[in-house]
DNA sequence: CGCGGCTTTGATGTTCATCAAGTAAAGTGG
DNA sequence: CCACTTTACTTGATGAACATCAAAGCCGCG
């Protein structure tokens, strides 16, 4: 794969961090002290477009959570079938859910396209949380909210069939992620049926129905939305 | 309904609590200050089956662990339609996951027998996580373990079809829940198929055909289980 | 330039939902 | 306690949604 040739780079950069918009969601409060330490224990990493971030079974030792780029989530069945769990973008704290149970990853994540994470040692963090109960209610304010939207999702998605489910995962990268009506597909085609629970083809299929009707253009992995309306009735009533 | 004649008892029995093994999992290491403060903040409350002990929208304002009894977390569509989150046994800390984001109630929970459940004060609770840092890190560690447990059971639910569906909810219920070959469905076939998403005909059907099958046997709400090594492989592999 | 993975389309088959219709059981009211 | 109503349960027939199988074109890359 073309990016075993790149060496991974990390970074310490400080300066960066105390102007990352989204390290203040969640450590913004704390004091001088703590804020050191957990600098100290944050690394900056790197990762090219495919590269693994963590494999499933790994230990689960630090706190990530996503600067740039996007990443998924996917676990492999027996059959060796995998199935993404879900995409996280730039803010999302990726593991948070998972962090303190205790255990190895249940799932593998993945760069799907460049990525800059910031992991934090597990241990300064439980410390931080151990001797500063309000940053503790923070962080399960932030889980609970993960866990609402991920029922909430999932009930959503439950009713809808093929058709829906596409035109909700569309509208997810318009609007989510890219902020465009235009964007290229960070994922092949039997990714999205991982993704939405549906095979390769009648992902394809829907696709080419919804460029058929004149609600999208494809172009390979250029996607250019052209009735979001219609689109969003879709996503809605299944 | 015939409940409705029931008046609701609220008790304040501290030697229950005292006693309560389920109470030590979480509560076990406080020291005696902040024990009491949780105990004033405790409510022991009896609700009779069919009685709904939160409805979708309240305002999640307490902590609740289930010491007997049985109940439903359950959501509703916009078509009226119900669909089953999951369904809790003693021991469980019902709305754990979702208590500490600050918003109402996402589900529905009601009492599919006869239930006793404890319930905290959610702001009294929170005040003893910001002042001890060793018990936020036992509620974060419980959280991670549910959530866990929860993407692990969708991930292995979602590969299978009916019969393997139907089977894994048998074995849970003689296994996890009654702890014998022998036991009476607390839940409808109705409910049953909200719970693994599929159609009250089609659950009767499975039904029909594992008792054909000479795999379980059914009189009505009474179901033993015949062969339950054949039943684990139908689990199993779907 | 040829190999392997991605994409696409069509044909076929399976799984499951829906519809219909009837029986059994359980709650309700006189 | 019995008629009445409602809800739960059951089975069969039909059709829709979706998976699977097959085959071919495309594209990037060694």
């Known amino acids: 794969m073309y990016f075993k040739h790149f060496r991974m780079r990390i970074k310490k950069d400080i300066d960066s961090c105390r102007t990352c918009i989204y390290r203040q969601m969640l450590f913004g409060d704390l004091d001088d002290f703590e804020y050191k330490l957990i600098n100290k224990a944050r690394t900056e990493r790197f990762y090219r477009k ?3 971030i963590k494999n499933q079974g790994e230990k689960v030792d630090s706190f990530l959570y996503l600067r ?3 990443v998924k989530l996917f676990k492999t069945d027996k059959r060796g079938k ?8 730039p803010g999302d704290f990726v593991n948070l859910l998972n962090i303190f149970s205790k255990t190895n990853y249940k799932y593998s994540i993945e760069a799907i396209e460049d990525t800059l994470v910031c ?5 300064v963090l439980e410390h931080v949380i151990c001797t500063n109960g309000d940053f503790a209610m923070r962080v399960l304010n932030r889980m609970s909210k993960i ?6 999702n999932r009930f959503e998605q439950a009713q809808k069939q ?3 489910r596409v035109a909700t995962i569309l509208l997810f990268f318009a609007d989510d992620i890219y902020h465009s009506l235009k964007f290229d597909l960070p994922i092949t085609r039997r990714e999205i049926g991982e993704l939405i629970s549906m095979t390769t083809e009648n992902t394809i299929r829907t696709f080419s129905e919804f460029k058929r009707d004149k609600l999208i253009n494809i172009k390979t992995k250029t996607i250019i ?14």
Chains 1, 2 share one sequence.
């Not at 995998?82 to 973008?89: A, D, F, G, H, V």
């Not at 939305?225 to 969003?232: A, H, P, Q, V, Y």
């Open 162 to 164: 093929l058709k829906g």
């Open 147 to 152: 866990s609402d939207e991920i029922i909430e």
């Open 119 to 123: 992991d934090v040692d597990l241990e």
């Open 225 to 238: 939305i052209l009735d979001k309306e219609r689109l969003k009735i879709i996503a809605k009533s299944g």
């Open 50 to 52: 495919g590269e693994v």
């Open 82 to 89: 995998e199935k993404i769990l879900s995409i996280n973008k």
């Open 68 to 70: 740039k780029g996007l």
